[in-house]
């Protein structure tokens, strides 16, 4: 993954395909792709959704 371009004004967290501002924002991913929200369209080729892993309990915001 190549990042480029002026810093973001806020702390930014990745874990796994998830990208956001706060622990509570990649929980919240990851419940709603387990989940298969809609929000998060289909996986294409008829492959099966792999579940996200759990975080660690070492994830620090």
């Known amino acids: 993954?190549?990042?480029?371009?002026?810093p973001?004004?806020?702390k930014t967290l990745l874990w796994w395909n998830f990208v956001d501002k706060s622990k509570a924002g990649?929980?919240?991913?990851i419940e709603d792709w387990n989940n298969g929200h809609e929000c998060?369209?289909?996986v294409a080729g008829g492959m099966h959704r792999l579940p996200s892993?759990?975080?660690p309990d070492s994830?620090?915001?």
Request: no cysteine.
């Open 59 to 61: 994830f620090k915001e």
């Open 26 to 29: 990649i929980e919240k991913s």
């Open 53 to 55: 892993p759990p975080l």
């Open 40 to 42: 998060l369209g289909d």
């Open 8 to 10: 973001l004004p806020h």
């Open 1 to 6: 993954m190549l990042l480029g371009g002026e």
